[in-house]
């Protein structure tokens, strides 16, 4: 070959190679292909989903587009029966090597990177874990701990003022008490024990579900290094505060500890309103009673270092059993209370039209931990063939969750709550997966517009949950599979692409409504707080200018002032505490049997 021919040649090659690598880099980011942001774990099914037309193959590649290591076939066109829109799936659960990938579609473009590897959840459930330390009240975060979200403490709550509504011949209106600690509910800086309950139920049952992995779960607390576990450690800082609101005089339990009105979008050593206990309620000292009950199960093998803690909590459950069954009616009505005393209050009502689920919940958590007979038998357990899904005002399957996990010790002489509680819960997962494999998603989450209410990260969490319960009693790895789905949904496989947990994916929340967030001058938001994520009716609920859609599973905004879609709630993270850390934790069991 002569000397021109190889210069001639060298050109050729040199610009194939140049135009290759022009093709590969303007390769897009395509928004439509929706998938997992985290990842998936090497022998997990994984699953992204393509909005749009689109046909043929699809690869897995290396991040830099450079190195194809897997090839697929995307599926048939399925129909969103909410959007009407048309999806394809990609399914590459047969590729099983670790490392960082994307999901290219030639014509479409390619995925967000992701993961896949053993623990691919693991920071994740530290992260959510770690919110609830962010949401401490009473307390400064250090940067030790909280990194450059350190923050002076703020509502120290020695001072609180018995409100009219609350007020007693022992503790007249304006008496002077004591209630520090405790976690800030959500966006806003008030403490509700109602909302607690939920929250203090879900984190103390996955503690009951997956001891082992809880206590080699490390937050970087500042009570890390003590002989607790940190999840327990976390929940011992709500728990404290909510020994505080009981009236230690008959056993009720103060409604919530609060602002007459919401404070502003500042830092809570900002916020110095006066602060009020409000008016003993039957849901809040039911809710109480239940999670006092179940903390003397889960703290009594800590009486070493937590001396008297366990009978403390019995005590004070059975006290609010009781003032509840001399106030059954009781019920927090704010408008009212507020039509008849001063100060007005308008903070967030957590008001219920219905106590039997409280007394359902609270029942069994009495039942499991004193073995008393006389509570199974108190109320009616199940009044009919219905499992709701848990949420702040429907906590009855918290206490078939309890009964169920009784299924396997089976320490209880009637035995028959067990079996029909167990009945409930894989009737609920069944009544989950039903249809799941024909959506356009293919996430137990979203099959119908009702799931797309206020909060709704949290019902796809809760959903997991569910899935989790009924595969732990039936070891039927269906239920875990779609459990997987919805955290799936959390990271990514949504209509709106976003992953709801703040701090974790490349589309993730940033702007939550959360006064911290917001006021801290810090461009990225706290991390580890799980946005409520999208609500059919939010346009209409907040008023948020920015909305641009109206289809139920597609109305989501991120920003701040969206309260309807973008708040953050104690009670939306800990079920995703729950999901990712048992999932986690099922993971690790299921690789140590292999």
């Known amino acids: 070959m002569s000397s021109a021919s190889r210069i001639t040649s060298l050109f050729i090659l040199t610009l194939f190679s140049i135009t290759v690598g ?19 774990y090497p022998s997990a099914p994984k699953v992204a989903i393509v909005v749009g037309d ?48 994307v999901v290219r579609i030639p014509g479409v473009g390619h995925s967000y990177p992701f993961s896949i590897k053993a623990d691919v959840f693991q920071a994740a459930a530290i992260g959510s874990l770690k919110g609830f330390y962010y949401q401490r009240a009473s307390v400064g975060l250090p940067a030790t701990y909280a990194g450059k979200w350190s923050r002076p403490a703020g509502h120290p709550d020695t001072h609180v003022l018995i409100h009219p509504s609350a007020a007693s011949a022992n503790r007249p209106a304006g008496t002077i008490i004591s209630s520090p600690g405790g976690w800030y509910d959500a966006g806003d800086y008030n403490k509700y024990i109602v909302n607690s309950g939920i929250t203090m139920g879900t984190l103390l049952s996955l503690y009951e579900d997956f001891p082992a992995y809880c206590q080699r779960l490390k937050t970087n607390i500042p009570e890390s290094t003590n002989a607790l576990p940190d999840l327990l450690d976390e929940a011992l800082w709500n728990l404290r505060w909510m020994l505080t ?39 809040a000292t039911l ?73 359902i919940w609270a029942a069994s958590e009495l039942y499991v931990t004193t073995k008393d007979e006389a509570y199974a038998t108190a109320v009616n357990l199940f009044p009919d063939d219905k499992t709701p899904l848990p949420s702040w005002a429907q906590v009855r399957t918290l206490g078939y969750y309890t009964l169920a996990r009784m299924a ?40 119908s517009t009702r799931d797309f209410i206020w909060g709704s990260s949290a019902e796809a969490a ?16 269906k239920y875990l599979n779609y459990a997987l789905t919805n955290l799936d949904y959390l990271f990514g496989r949504n209509a709106v692409g976003y992953s709801f947990l703040t701090g974790f994916g490349q589309k993730s929340t940033l702007n939550p409504h959360h006064r911290p967030s917001v006021a801290d001058g810090i461009q990225a938001p706290v991390p580890g707080l799980l946005s409520g994520g999208t609500n059919a009716n939010a346009a209409r609920q907040d008023k948020c200018s920015g909305y641009t859609t109206t289809i139920a599973d597609e109305v989501y905004l ?13 009670n939306w993270n800990a079920p995703m505490v729950y999901l990712t850390a048992a999932i986690e934790a099922l993971q690790r069991e299921a690789v140590a049997k292999q």
């Open 408 to 447: 396997k010790d089976k320490p209880l002489r009637n035995q028959d709550v067990v079996t029909q509680a167990k009945k409930h819960v894989v009737g609920l997962a069944n009544t989950l997966i039903e249809g799941v494999d024909q959506q356009a998603f293919g996430t137990v989450m979203g099959k």
């Open 462 to 477: 809760n959903q997991g949950i569910a899935l989790i319960q009924a595969y732990r009693l039936t070891n039927d790895r």
């Open 22 to 40: 022009i093709s590969l880099s303007a390769q897009p980011l395509s928004e439509s292909i929706r998938l997992n942001q985290l990842g998936f």
């Open 287 to 359: 809710d109480f009673a239940a999670v006092m009950a179940q903390a003397s199960r889960l703290f009594k093998p800590y009486n070493r270092q937590l001396p008297g803690l366990a009978d403390s909590c019995l005590t004070a459950a059975v006290h609010a059993w009781q003032w509840a069954k001399k106030n059954p009616d009781l019920y927090y009505r704010q408008n009212d209370m507020n039509q008849r005393l001063d100060p007005d209050v308008t903070t967030g009502g957590y008001e219920d039209k219905d106590a039997s689920d409280e007394w």
């Open 558 to 570: 991120d920003q701040s002032c969206s309260y309807a879609s973008n708040e953050i709630a104690i």
């Open 245 to 283: 609101m009981q009236d230690p005089t008959d056993g009720g339990v103060y409604h919530k500890l609060t602002n007459p009105g919401f404070d502003g979008m500042v830092m809570p050593d900002k916020a110095t309103k006066d602060r009020y206990v409000v008016q003993k309620s039957n849901t």
């Open 54 to 101: 689109a046909s043929g193959p699809f690869e897995i590649t290396t991040p830099d587009l450079k190195t194809v290591v897997f090839k697929g076939v995307l599926g048939p066109a399925r129909q969103n029966s909410i959007s009407g829109k048309t999806t394809h799936t990609a399914d590459f659960s047969d590729f099983k090597s670790v490392g960082t990938f």
